[in-house]
T-cell receptor, first 110, second 115 residues
């Protein structure tokens, strides 16, 4: 079974706009990771946030984590057409297994 | 550094046939993973190796799937016999250590179609 549930399932925005994706999970975690997948480059790690962190930034990416609500959000600012991809959250708990959600399909229109 | 290599990239077979996938992880990465990704879903872990030992194969359908990593480097995943529901992308990933919760590096995947 999959741990994370991304919301929305699909998102379409214009270039330059911000994109926000949410992830909810069910059990306690050690960290939560976001990955991007497109046909050109496969699955690529974007950012990791540990359970004792609340917010993390990497370039145009901002990730928040609320362990009390068991939820995370990924914000992509000033989106580009090249950001078009599917985005997955993945949780890692005591078993070390990385458990992926179903993903959010982001389309950035030029 | 070179990434995770997988072959073949695409494979089409008839149901009940056998198929094998190959993965070469990033040099020096002790941990290797095989995932199955069905269309529209996220990857699901099938098996995790630490060097040449199995750490987790709880979601591997052992009646038809097998995997090995004999020398602790490259790995093969086999399906015998294949079913229609095995149509998916098979992803191989590697990471440098088991306990540091590092990111996993993924290969391009093998897209399997079972007819």
């Amino acid at each position: 079974s999959q741990q994370g549930e991304e919301d929305p399932q699909a998102l379409s925005i214009q270039e330059g706009e911000n994109a926000t994706m949410n992830c909810s999970y069910k059990t306690s975690i050690n960290n939560l990771q976001w990955y991007r997948q497109n046909s050109g480059r496969g699955l690529v790690h974007l950012i990791l946030i540990r359970s004792n962190e609340r917010e993390k930034h990497s370039g145009r990416l901002r990730v928040t984590l609320d362990t009390s609500k068991k939820s995370s959000s990924l914000l992509i600012t000033a989106s580009r057409a090249a950001d078009t991809a599917s985005y997955f959250c993945a949780t890692q708990g005591g078993s070390e297994k990385l458990v992926f959600g179903k993903g959010t399909k982001l389309t950035v229109n030029p | 550094e070179a990434g995770v290599a997988q072959s073949p990239r695409y494979k089409i077979i008839e149901k009940r046939q056998s198929v094998a996938f190959w993965c070469n992880p990033i040099s020096g990465h002790a941990t290797l993973y095989w995932y199955q990704q069905i269309l529209g879903q996220g990857p699901k872990l099938l098996i995790q190796f630490q060097n040449n030992g199995v750490v987790d194969d709880s979601q591997l359908p052992k009646d038809r799937f097998s995997a090995e990593r004999l020398k602790g480097v490259d790995s093969t995943l086999k399906i015998q016999p294949a079913k229609l529901e095995d149509s998916a992308v098979y992803l191989c990933a590697s990471s440098s250590t088991r306990y540091s919760y590092n990111e996993q590096f993924f290969g391009p995947g093998t897209r399997l179609t079972v007819l």
